[in-house]
Antibody, heavy 119, light 112 residues
Framework: EVHLVESGGGLVQPGRSLRLSCAAS????????MHWVRQAPGKGLEWVTG????????GYVDSVKGRFIISRDNAKNALYLQLNSLTTEDTAFYYC????????????WGRGTLVTVSS | DIVLTQSPDSLAVSLGERATINCKSS????????????LAWYQQKPGQPPKLLIS???TRESGVPDRFSGSGSGTEFTLSISSLQAEDVAVYYC?????????FGQGTKLEI
């Protein structure tokens, strides 16, 4: 059974950094593209960033370019998101999601980790 | 960027009745060569992550009840629930994966 478990969220001051992790199990992690999708409390879904199976293709939404960095370690079945220069606009649940079969719709999601940016 | 606009924003339907949610894209998300529509639908219940219901505009995921169906092509898409059940109360989102800047609709809240 596929499991995705996010960790690393918490309360952080504006301008500071945070690193999120996603532990994957139940599938061959290195075969799949992976993504981060966020959801501000009470709001809709926003795709943040994605990475293909070998880290050769990476994309970001404009609002996080230059501040967030996605990475993966296929040997550890882990996905990461480094969040830098955080602002209050980055407050959200951050979900790790698996892309299906090379196409970037998301067939499995973690339960999310909450990042709160506040002074 | 492709903008997806869902309508309505919220919807109240009686148990056993049909619910219809629309998703309109700012540009075509269909490949003309094979008529594939790069659109997915998700269901999100309170306190839970989204769940994939439908991909390719009309392909239902394994285990999703057949009362859920998707249709449409080009720029206009629809998610239908043929006979609403209490457990269908949720927010529904469409998502396009036609371009590498993946976008979601704003969501439609479905209530009884």
């Amino acid at each position: 059974e596929v499991h995705l478990v996010e960790s690393g969220g918490g309360l952080v001051q504006p301008g500071r950094s945070l690193r999120l992790s996603c532990a994957a199990s139940g599938f061959i992690f290195g075969d799949y593209a992976m993504h981060w999708v966020r959801q501000a409390p009470g709001k809709g879904l926003e795709w943040v960033t994605g990475i293909n199976w070998n880290s050769g293709i990476i994309g970001y939404v404009d609002s996080v370019k230059g501040r967030f960095i996605i990475s993966r370690d296929n040997a550890k079945n882990a996905l990461y998101l480094q969040l830098n220069s955080l602002t209050t606009e980055d407050t959200a649940f951050y979900y790790c999601a698996r892309a299906r079969d090379g196409y970037n719709y998301f067939d499995y999601w973690g339960r999310g980790t909450l990042v709160t940016v506040s002074s | 960027d492709i903008v997806l606009t869902q309508s309505p924003d919220s919807l109240a339907v009686s148990l056993g009745e049909r619910a219809t949610i629309n998703c309109k894209s700012s540009q075509s998300i269909s490949f003309s060569s094979n008529n594939r529509n790069f659109l997915a639908w998700y269901q999100q219940k309170p306190g839970q992550p989204p769940k994939l219901l439908i991909s390719w505009a009309s392909t239902r995921e394994s285990g999703v009840p057949d009362r859920f169906s998707g249709s449409g092509s080009g720029t206009e898409f629809t998610l239908s629930i043929s006979s609403l059940q209490a457990e269908d109360v949720a927010v529904y989102y469409c998502q396009q994966y036609y371009t590498s800047l993946y976008t979601f609709g704003q969501g439609t809240k479905l209530e009884i």
